[in-house]
Nanobody, 119 residues
Framework: QVQLVESGGGLVQPGGSLTLSCTAS????????MGWYRQAPGKHRELVAT???????DYADSAKGRFTISTSGAGDTVYLEMSSLKPEDTAVYYC?????????????WGEGTLVTVSS
């Protein structure tokens, strides 16, 4: 089993910045990919950004130039630095981690952290 602990959500004014973090712990061989998704009220969950264990990152068009995904040196924590936040960035942000077990890979999800962008 893998546990994900997210932190960093909250209320921020338009144009402000916020950094989310998510730490993975538990039993697994290694992490393939870590990422962030978000779900706004009344909308489907969507990709924000992902990063592989090799450091390759990928961003949704809405995140490019404003958000930066990174991992800790140990590779068990993923960060999402968000700047120039807009009201449309308001959503519950979910951490996602794909890990390698003995015989299979599995993706785990965090419980989500709410980001509200409002004046």
């Amino acid at each position: 089993q893998v546990q994900l602990v997210e932190s960093g959500g909250g209320l921020v004014q338009p144009g402000g910045s916020l950094t989310l973090s998510c730490t993975a712990s538990g039993s697994f061989f290694y992490i393939h990919t870590m990422g962030w998704y978000r779900q706004a009220p009344g909308k489907h969950r969507e990709l924000v950004a992902t990063i592989t264990n090799g450091g390759r990152s990928d961003y949704a068009d809405s995140a490019k130039g404003r958000f930066t995904i990174s991992t800790s040196g140990a590779g068990d924590t993923v960060y999402l630095e968000m700047s120039s936040l807009k009201p449309e960035d308001t959503a519950v942000y979910y951490c996602s981690v794909k890990v390698q077990h003995i015989t299979n890979t599995q993706t785990y999800w965090g419980e989500g952290t709410l980001v509200t962008v409002s004046s």
